[in-house]
């Protein structure tokens, strides 16, 4: 989630604030995932055309790790900045997710952040409102999106292990590879967004306060 800004100079920023929290956040964890966010994000150097005319397209990450956030804060903020991410070293399921489809919040797993894994870069896109492509077969067309989702079937050198047959264990996107593209930018549809004195916002308030999932028992059917 985040608000969106006709700026002078044909520039259109978008902007977010990453709030994170939990017993594995750090002030070092939450500045990798603000640079990750914002260097990928900007790295297509991407345009659209909106109002007559070609738009740059900027993001504007900041972030803050807060290790007291208390549920109240997260239910109570109106601040289309802000995001919250809560960070655990597990996670049931053993994936890390967003609360849905243009929102701002979710839950972090730990080991999926480390340096370069592109994991925050496409929650962050699912916050946007993007979802994962329907067509999950990426061989013969390159380097692979920000929003393919983990088993996505790619040309052997985006494989976890170039060397296995597709599908096979080791033979499927390793998410590192994964690119935002002009692709991404456009899906946004930003030309769509109903603007109020040039600003507007993208993804709305899911406002999850999420709890250690080592404290909850989900069970089972």
């Not at 100079?9 to 902007?15: A, D, K, N, R």
């Amino acid at each position: 989630m985040g608000t969106v800004e006709v700026q002078t100079g044909s520039v259109i920023c978008i902007s977010s604030h990453i709030i994170t929290y939990g017993n594995a956040a750090s002030e070092e964890i939450t500045n990798q995932i603000k640079e990750e966010i914002e260097t990928m994000w900007n790295e297509p150097l991407a345009s659209i055309y909106f109002n007559h005319d070609t738009y740059k397209v900027q993001f504007k990450i900041t972030a803050a790790y807060n290790p007291a956030m208390e549920p109240e804060e997260i239910l109570a903020n109106d601040n289309p900045l802000n995001n919250y991410f809560r960070i655990e070293e597990f996670a049931h399921g053993n994936i890390s997710f967003v609360d849905g489809l243009g929102c701002n919040t979710g839950y972090f797993k730990l080991e999926n952040l480390y340096k370069g894994s592109t994991t925050a870069a496409h929650e962050y896109g699912h916050t946007l409102g993007l979802e994962h492509p329907s067509d999950i077969d990426l061989r013969g067309k390159g380097v692979p999106g920000i929003m393919y989702p983990r088993g996505t079937l790619v040309d052997a050198a985006f494989q976890y292990d170039p060397a296995q047959p597709a599908g096979t264990k080791g033979g499927t996107m390793h998410p590192m590879f994964r690119k935002v593209t002009q692709n991404d930018i456009d899906l946004l549809q930003l030309h769509r967004l109903d603007l109020i004195n040039n600003v507007a916002i993208v993804g709305d308030f899911s406002s999850v306060w999420h709890p250690d999932h080592r404290d909850i028992d989900i069970g089972f059917a």
